[in-house]
């Protein structure tokens, strides 16, 4: 069962595959008459680690907005819908060769995943800006979830992926919104940020705008437990101005 706040259909009763497919579809489908502006002065290379229903729906957003992006699973010869979607910038491997293709990378696996996924990609990843979106939920990842909970993710986060400049973004917000809400007319539909590293900071935010959201700075690391799951604050939707008054930040 999908435990990030899904709004809308149960995704219970269509298999995972289809759902990637459909939220990829939704995602191109509701794009068409945007003019994405391509605001970095240089396409970023991203890799993907973790190319399911957010992974997958963020990437593509980011490879709309002209950047490169390596999408990766354990099982990449199931990734050929979502790289076209994605367009002909998009490559498809494994998780180690986009960590070593992204100077971005974000990391969109299941929480009880990280410490390996950490281990594994480590010395890949070393200096990198790596965002992450991780929820830990205790019923689907087991204690370290409870751990994690009670550091805070952005603590916990850290321990997993040493000598990264981390960034916590996008875990407070669910895919199906991503989907929909993506450069939405009006103001837009905010996320909450959270990293230590100003360049890292930046980096992040522009690509949460070059993505179709506005980003609100929280505070460093240890104020993501901010927005973690179970917080108050998760899931909280609103616009920029809405989220910073709900956090208390200018
Ligand atoms: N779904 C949402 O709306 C949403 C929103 C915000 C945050 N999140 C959080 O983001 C994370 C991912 O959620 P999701 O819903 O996108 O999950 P998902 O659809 O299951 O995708 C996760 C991907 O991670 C990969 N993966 C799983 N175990 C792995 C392992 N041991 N090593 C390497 N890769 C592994 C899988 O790829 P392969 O099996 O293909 O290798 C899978 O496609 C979770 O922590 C979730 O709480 C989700």
Excluded at 60 to 80: D, I, M, N, T, Y
Excluded at 146 to 174: C, D, H, M, Q, W
Aim: aromatic share 8%; with cysteine.
């Amino acid at each position: 069962m999908n435990k990030d706040k899904p709004t809308g259909v149960s995704r219970r009763h269509f298999s995972k595959g289809a759902l990637i497919t459909a939220a990829v579809a939704a995602t191109t489908s509701l794009l068409p008459n945007l003019t994405i502006a391509k605001t970095t002065d240089k396409p970023l290379r991203i890799g993907i680690i973790g190319s399911g229903y957010i992974g997958g729906s963020v990437g593509v957003l980011w490879a709309q907005a002209g950047h490169q992006v390596f999408f990766s699973s354990r099982h990449p010869e199931k990734l050929g819908d979502l790289a076209k979607k994605a367009g002909p910038t998009a490559k498809v491997g494994y998780p180690k060769e986009a960590a070593k293709f992204g100077e971005v990378i974000f990391m969109a696996v299941p929480y009880h995943a990280m410490p390996k996924v950490g281990e594994d990609l480590s010395s890949l990843i070393q200096g990198k800006v790596v965002i992450d979106c991780g929820n830990p939920y205790p019923s689907r990842d087991g204690d370290m979830a409870v751990e994690a909970l009670k550091k805070g993710t952005g603590i916990a986060s850290a321990e997993f992926f040493p000598g990264v400049r981390l960034v916590r973004a996008y875990n407070s917000i669910s895919y199906q919104s991503i989907i929909t809400q993506a450069h939405r007319e009006g103001e837009l539909m905010a996320i909450p940020v959270a990293a230590d590293d100003d360049d890292a900071l930046k980096i992040a935010s522009k690509l949460i705008q070059e993505s179709g959201f506005d980003p609100v700075f929280v505070g460093p690391l240890a104020r993501a437990r901010e927005f973690d799951n179970r917080s108050a604050l998760y899931g909280k939707k609103g616009t920029a101005r809405e989220l910073r008054e709900a956090f208390g930040v200018d």
